[in-house]
């Protein structure tokens, strides 16, 4: 944003930090997504947060896979992430992976039970989850508690060795099973995972926990700021336990407010039940929250890197308005999209007095917006048009400044016209609509002393190009999906694509650019789809000129 913004409550540890010289002054942040699903604007908002921070304070970030489930990830999953933060428009200074670290996890793993501080549990998850107690009851201690450092030591090694089956045994921290905090009392470090890894293959068959993988990674690569989301509070006592037992780089967590959008879902299971069951094409569809869906649909990240400055770093949840990434994308599109006719609902309009078989070259501009207009492209013009349904009637109100028969209107970069007669089918329904139109009218060269107040778009029946367009609206009918009663697929949207299967567009748009964002003038702004081709030609809306949605 160009104006000056004070700074959020993270801004101000960070600076507090340089100034009292903690770390050396250093600012090293990471984001450390798990490869299991496709990114979506939720994570934009941390990767704009870490990777922000780090450039504002002259700092670095590194990309860190959390990669300690094999059961649920995926190469395809990491170069989509990769794909997705480079996008955004940022570098890491590291590409890294959890199991990059899983010989020295182990070591930290036998460090603790050399300590007194883990042991070996035989119990199954239920019975640990019983002998947890409650929030207002303690947890209870079991007989593997008290197992020699020795026994426990031998039986991690043979954990480790692929001596028992999957759910056979865990490794459990020995902390506190009377704390209030339920992730103090024992939790899990390590259990048994006889999986394929996507980047160490059959090396291990023990898998380190969320929990203890995160923050001794974080030590090893000596961040000093490690920033996640509210859920994630409970788990910092934790976070702090391991390394002050283990007397490793003291990285500090720090938590802010997630992302939630309403009109849409952001819990990554959701997104994976829509793929899955066929409610979206895939988890680039672009009604879906993913950045690679807001890619395919047209937005800019520009677009997405404004709207997470503007909803800024809280540490209070709230529901973020779909509308104002709405406004971020039609911002940043008015002043870079280039402007072109389409006709979603043709119909024809000929100009009678035009000579027939006569075509000229009118010009329009790429963009207004901008000084000297971005250049410009030809537009041919001739005697048979197509023109939106919406713009004639034939039988006009007062106010209807469009074409009607006896009302004039002016085509855009081109001439006034007259409406004069109709051609119906059988049905009643208008076929073609017949005008005049005013020589001396010419657009940038108008001496017909005539002023009309309506000007409508057209494209040259004889010129166009055709095309497949998607509109595109929100996903869901109602503000919080989530949050309703019963499942929370019933809530879709039926109306949330409408496919124009023959749109007439201008003959310049069929070398539309991939990425690039195009105003169909009057219509919304568009992009190419990633599966057009020279032959059929698609067209995605990214969003309407105004903010149309209303609240049903």
């Known amino acids: ?65 959390d990669d300690t489930n094999p059961v649920t990830e995926d190469t395809e999953y990491v170069e989509s992430i990769k794909e997705d933060v480079r996008w955004l428009g940022f570098e890491w200074e590291n590409e890294l992976y959890a199991s990059d670290y899983f010989d020295k996890l182990y070591e930290f793993a036998v460090t603790l039970i050399k300590k007194g501080l883990a042991y070996v549990d035989d119990s199954t998850a239920e019975e640990i989850a019983a002998q947890k107690g409650t929030p207002t009851e303690p947890g209870t201690p079991n007989e593997y508690r008290s197992r020699s450092v020795e026994e426990n030591l031998r039986l991690f090694e043979e954990m480790k060795d692929g001596k028992y089956p999957d759910g056979a045994k865990v490794l459990r921290a020995k902390a506190n099973l009377a ?8 939790p899990l470090m ?12 059959d090396k291990w068959c023990i898998y380190p926990m969320y929990d203890f993988a995160h923050g001794q990674s974080d030590a090893i690569e000596q961040i000093t700021h490690s920033i996640c989301t509210l859920e994630f509070i409970p788990h910092r006592e934790l976070y702090e336990w391991f390394i002050n037992k283990l007397e490793i780089f003291p990285s500090r967590q720090y938590e802010f407010a997630r992302l939630n959008l309403n009109y849409t879902v952001m819990s990554k299971r959701k997104l994976m ?16 929250p993913t950045i690679s869906g807001l890619r395919r649909r047209g937005y800019t990240p520009a677009s997405l890197r404004e709207f997470c400055d503007r909803i800024g770093v809280a540490k209070r949840e709230n529901m973020i308005d779909v509308s104002l990434l709405e406004f971020c994308i039609r911002e940043d599109l008015n002043k870079t999209a280039w402007r072109r006719m389409a006709v979603l609902d043709p119909v024809k309009l000929i100009i009678t007095n035009y000579p027939e078989g006569q075509t000229e070259t009118l010009h329009g501009e790429n963009n207004p917006e901008v000084e000297g207009g971005e250049g410009g492209r030809d537009i041919p013009f001739s005697r048979e048009l197509w023109i939106e349904r919406e713009d004639f009637m034939e039988e006009p109100p007062k106010k209807f400044f469009r074409l009607g028969v006896g009302l004039s209107v002016r085509l855009k970069h081109a001439y006034i016209i007259k409406g004069e007669s109709v051609v119906k089918d059988a049905d009643g329904n208008i076929t073609e609509i ?10 940038g060269n108008d001496t017909s002393g005539i002023n009309v107040k309506g000007t409508i778009h057209w494209v040259s029946a004889q010129h166009a190009k055709t095309a497949e367009v998607r509109l595109y609206d929100r ?73 149309g949605w209303v609240k049903k």
Not at 6 to 33: C, Y
Not at 190 to 201: F, M, P, V
Not at 273 to 288: A, F, N
């Open 273 to 288: 039940q829509l793929v899955k069951e066929g409610h979206v094409e895939d988890w680039d569809d672009p009604r879906m």
């Open 190 to 201: 390590y259990r048994i995972k006889h999986a394929q890894h996507h980047r160490t293959g």
């Open 475 to 547: 996903l869901f009918r109602v503000e919080d999906p989530s949050n309703e009663e019963g499942d929370f697929k019933e809530y879709i949207n039926p109306d949330s694509l409408k496919v124009i299967e023959t749109a007439y567009i201008e003959p310049d748009l069929a070398t539309a650019i991939p990425g690039k964002g195009y105003q169909f003038i009057r219509k919304g702004y568009f992009t190419l789809d990633k599966h057009s081709s020279t032959d059929k030609l698609v067209f995605n809306r990214t969003v309407t000129l105004k903010d």
């Open 179 to 186: 704390s209030p905090n339920m992730h103090m009392r024992d």
């Open 434 to 443: 017949h005008c005049t139109y005013i020589p001396e009218s010419k657009s």
């Open 1 to 65: 944003m160009s104006e000056e913004r004070s700074l959020n409550f993270i801004e101000e540890i960070v600076e507090q930090d340089i100034s009292a010289g903690k770390h050396g002054g250093r600012v090293h942040t990471r984001f450390p997504p798990e490869p299991n699903g496709y990114l979506h604007i939720g994570h934009a908002k941390s990767i704009c947060l870490n990777f922000g921070l780090a450039k504002k304070y002259g700092g670095k970030t590194n990309l860190r896979f």
